[in-house]
């Protein structure tokens, strides 16, 4: 059979305007009119990879601002992208020094000392280029469906002397003149005009450039043929908002895909997108988002961590970011600080801007005084340098590593398996076939470790093991019997390598982790108190917990100790190998907690779990 067509949807064009506020220090209008001065007689900025100069523009509804925009520029590769950020990083530092020239301090948007802070309130615009209107239809309809976890990701806060405020986004909490977005059925234009008269009627606003996500551009912005996403705060680096960039444009491709095979977005209902919305502003990546359960109306509301929300996204749009052929270092700053957030017992993570200005402020309290900031935004080497990166590797440098070697996998992709279905196979279909039901099977335990997909040890007839998501995402429905929680662990405990939902639990927030443990951990006399680590399955407490999952199916190992033997716990059970009989160890709880007289303790909890008679083994 031949090769047909081969499709794959290349990378647009797009515009980011690149947004910073002016200081300047005791003047009540003094930004406004410095703001005035130096767009009447703007510094020359230099050209970008397309050769297009960059310009500098400002906006009547945030005087205080400034904007300094690429044009349209192409994101396509790396090498492309590395010169896209040096050029912009040199603009944004030239009008930095034209700015200190005339009195003023640029600085990052959110500054609490200025006499209206609101007038200094920005996004960095990211204006998509679409060929079509069905492709405008789909993108803008792609981005409103993850506005929460971009708000939540990309969120700034006012910060000041005294630190940075708590929440999400300072922005949008204060906006009058900027909305959810609608749905869009369709871009003709009786359809977008149906749109305007929905937005007079709830919002007393007829533009369509009023949504968070502009079908028809942004005029001022010189992008009246793009679509214009605007829920990106304007961020303090340029590093910042390049991977922005490279969001913007992976999902740009993904409705490309969308459009070619004639698929749509699904409307996720507008009273659900406005509640996490506003969650997202009031709360940034702390925030709980509920979940569409549309077509399961029977089920109560369950929510998920914005954190959650932002990985999986992330990890959706993983094959786009491979096609542009990103980088590690280009997303660290996206993936590595949420991953880590997420997966790792150690808190002080950051994983945005609003976290990074206040690690900055943790660790050096004059670390925000503008002339510090201004002095950064003055280096193009300082804008263009990944900050969230160099913290966290101050926080922790060995979960920093690890989670580098993690995404350095994940934008390898798997392996390309060779397709063996159009080979000529013998036809053996009527051969006598021995019967091997009997025979002794291979000890394959080897294979299952090397190949630890859920597949991996799938045998015919019987459906593929859960995954750690499905596992407790079925745990989750109310008033689920005991046996289907122990069905639904047994099949989990089918899946070939370690089993450990210690990650899986902390992307679910607190709530709703603490209710899931109390549904996994058996009754009390199934559970064991372990004072120390344990030698060998033969220790008397292992032996106790292996004897209760032979009689009861399931039975717990606690460990309450000082926080620094949490790892002497993993370390035993690790060395002690697979637990006899087929019975499967599970890791539910690894963390620290503060008792009495702030002495820190540690808490190891790991299941047994007995396979079922006959089977599971």
Not at 50 to 65: E, N
Not at 212 to 225: F, I, N, R, T
Not at 397 to 419: E, F, K, M, N, Y
Request: aromatic share 4%; hydrophobic share 35%; with cysteine.
């Amino acid at each position: 059979m031949a090769l047909v067509a081969l499709y794959r949807s290349a990378p647009l064009r797009q515009r980011i305007s690149k947004g910073y506020s002016v200081y300047v220090p005791g003047h009540g209008r003094g930004a406004e009119e410095l703001v005035g001065s130096l767009l009447a007689g703007p510094p020359p900025l230099p050209a970008g990879p397309s050769g297009q100069p960059h310009t500098v523009r400002g906006s009547a509804r945030a005087r205080g601002a400034l904007w300094v925009d690429t044009g349209r520029v192409s994101l396509h590769d790396p090498a492309t992208r590395a010169r896209t950020a040096e050029a912009l990083a040199v603009s944004v530092a030239r009008v930095a020094a034209d700015v200190r020239r005339r009195g003023g301090l640029l600085l990052p948007t959110g500054w609490q000392q200025q006499p209206d802070p609101l007038a200094g309130l920005c996004a960095d615009l990211h204006s998509a280029e679409v060929l079509n209107p069905v492709q405008r239809e789909v993108f803008t309809n792609l981005v409103r469906e993850h506005t929460a976890s971009l708000i939540a990701l990309g969120g700034r806060q006012l910060y000041g002397p005294g630190g940075v405020a708590p929440g999400g986004s300072a922005r949008l909490s204060r906006s009058f003149d900027q909305v959810s977005t609608r749905y869009l059925d369709s871009c003709a234009p009786e359809h977008l005009e149906r749109v305007r008269t929905r937005l007079r009627q709830e919002e007393r606003v007829g533009r369509l450039e009023v949504m968070d996500v502009s079908p028809l551009g942004m005029p001022e912005a010189h992008a009246g043929e793009d679509v214009t996403v605007r829920l990106f705060d304007a961020q303090v680096t340029v590093a910042g908002t390049l991977a922005h960039a490279l969001l913007v444009q992976a999902l740009s491709m993904w409705s490309r895909d969308l459009e070619r095979t004639g698929r749509r977005v699904r409307q996720v209902p507008q009273f659900l997108l406005e509640q996490n919305r506003a969650r997202a502003v009031a709360h940034g990546l702390a925030a709980e988002l509920r979940v569409d359960q549309t077509r399961r109306t029977e089920e109560p509301p369950r929510t998920q961590s914005a954190g959650r929300a932002v990985r999986t996204l992330l990890s959706e749009l993983l094959p786009y970011l491979r096609q542009l052929d990103a980088t590690t270092d280009e997303l660290a700053s996206l993936f590595l600080g949420v991953e880590m957030a997420g997966s790792a017992a150690a808190s002080g993570f950051v994983r945005n801007e609003n976290d990074l200005l206040a690690h900055w402020h943790r660790e050096d309290r004059t670390a925000l005084a503008p002339e510090r900031l201004a002095q950064g935004l003055a280096t193009p080497d300082w804008l263009t340098a990944d900050h969230c990166g160099a913290s966290n590797r101050t926080v922790g440098h060995g979960s920093w590593a690890a989670a580098r070697v993690w995404l350095t996998d994940r934008l390898a992709g798997p392996a390309p398996q060779p397709d063996r279905r159009h080979e000529a196979q013998p036809d053996r279909r009527h051969e006598a076939q021995p019967d091997r039901r009997h025979e002794a099977q291979p000890d394959r335990r080897h294979e299952a470790q090397r190949d630890r997909r859920p597949e991996a040890r799938r045998e015919p007839g019987r459906p593929a093991p859960l995954t750690a998501d499905q596992l407790l995402d079925r745990l989750a429905r109310p008033d689920l019997p005991a046996p289907e929680v122990m069905d639904a662990l047994r099949s989990y405990c089918r899946a070939g390598g370690t089993l450990d939902l210690t990650r899986p639990l902390r992307s679910r927030g607190r709530d709703e982790a603490r209710a899931l443990r109390r549904v996994l951990r058996p009754r009390a006399g199934q559970r064991v108190r372990c004072e120390k680590p344990p030698v060998s399955w033969d220790d008397a407490t292992a032996t106790r917990a292996l004897r209760a999952a032979g009689e009861q199916g399931v039975a717990l190992m606690h460990w309450d100790l000082p926080a620094q033997d949490r790892a002497r716990v993993r370390e035993a059970l690790r060395g002690m190998g697979r637990a006899p009989g087929g019975v499967r160890t599970v890791l539910l709880t690894d963390t620290n907690y503060t008792a009495r007289e702030d002495e820190k303790r540690g808490t190891v909890e790991v299941l047994l779990v007995a396979p079922r008679e006959g089977t599971d083994r």
